[in-house]
């Protein structure tokens, strides 16, 4: 048989959707199908968390994962990336990455500070940190998901930093440069804005140690298996009989978390109800030009659009939710809410 053909378990990889030929020989079928759901997982929050901070359509499609060395993944980009670092809190801190061009990440920044995301922000730490705290709500929401697939193991994001990306960068900067890591791209389409991709990134035994968890080779109950270099794919094997019975046992697990008591599947909303969101009120707003700002000096009045006694504005994540009055709750201030708005409105730009 000549060399050019597939073998069967490189076909079986293939139509999985396992990475390349070179690939099949440390990724089974099996494991391709549990990590394409990891990548489904997080596309989904992606697109659940950045629709509800643009207020407008947004569509995430997933790429073919890679498997490769962080240095080869380094050279894919032509400019330092946005990396975003988190680990499995309750899998023994396996770590994460998520890795974003800087475009995408400002783009991000900007819908988490109120804005439209078109006309985006010159580069700081103001607007990383607001980059940070959308992609921490995206890793909360999968990882929610992900409690769920692995028969209601508890999950949650530890660890997280973020920073952009500097000479010799690494997507996992305590793993070495020849480390192979799993890669999983997102395109990330919102209308009117410029796509942007959104990597996951897992060390390739780690990968494989999360595939297992879903796929039932271990209970919730046991540890789960540390990252270490005997640690790759040694639990992963006859692990196929037991796919059955983990679909079965998996509502059972996690149904109770939802307290409602009946049968039935959780409602997309419950994958994203943990997740903190920004509630802002606004007492008004003025423009004023450059020179204008830079007159300004302690003591003088900045008059707003709004009259005295009106109703303040109440915000979540910059879209209108509702109407309130300014009270005071002992020597705090806070907001007596008068009217909701059904369905939330788009903030004005």
Request: with cysteine; hydrophobic share 40%; aromatic share 4%.
């Amino acid at each position: 048989m000549g060399d050019d053909l597939l073998s069967p378990d490189e076909i079986n990889a293939l139509l999985a959707g396992g990475g390349d030929f070179g690939d099949v020989d440390e990724i089974s079928a099996s494991d391709a199908e549990q990590l394409a759901k990891v990548a489904d997982t997080f596309a989904n929050s992606e697109n659940s968390v950045i629709n509800m901070l643009a207020g407008k359509n947004v569509t995430t499609n997933v790429g073919s994962p890679e498997i490769m060395t962080q240095e080869e993944f380094a050279g894919k980009f032509s400019e330092f990336p946005f990396l975003f670092s988190s680990t499995f809190g309750g899998m023994d801190d396996l770590p994460l990455a998520l890795v974003v061009d800087q475009k995408g990440a400002l783009t991000l920044a900007d819908l988490m500070m109120g804005g439209g995301g078109a006309q985006l922000p010159e580069p700081s730490d103001l607007y990383w940190n607001a980059a940070q705290e959308g992609l921490s709500q995206v890793v909360g929401s999968a990882f929610t998901a992900l409690s769920g697939m692995m028969g209601g193991r508890r999950l949650m994001p530890e660890n997280t930093t973020s920073a952009l990306g500097e000479e010799g960068w690494r997507a996992l900067s305590l793993e070495p440069a020849d480390k192979k890591i799993w890669c999983s791209p997102v395109n990330v389409s919102i209308d009117g804005l410029s796509p942007f991709n959104i990597w996951t990134c897992l060390t390739l035994d780690n990968a494989l140690d999360i595939a297992g968890n879903m796929r039932g080779d271990k209970k919730p109950s046991e540890p789960a298996q540390t990252n270490s270099p005997m640690g790759g794919g040694a639990s992963m094997g006859g692990g196929r009989q037991n796919a059955g019975p983990a679909v079965d046992v998996r509502p059972a697990a996690f149904q109770p978390l939802g307290g409602g008591g009946g049968g039935g599947a959780p409602s997309p909303i419950d994958l994203i109800a943990d997740i903190p969101v920004r509630v802002t009120v606004e007492l008004g707003k003025a423009r004023k030009s450059v020179s204008e700002i830079l007159a300004l000096t302690a003591g003088a009045v900045v008059e707003l659009d709004k009259m005295a006694g009106e109703p303040v504005d109440i915000l979540v994540n910059g879209k209108l939710i509702a109407h309130g009055e300014v009270v005071v709750i002992d020597e705090n201030f806070g907001v007596r809410i008068t009217d909701i708005i059904p369905g939330g409105a788009a903030r004005a730009s």
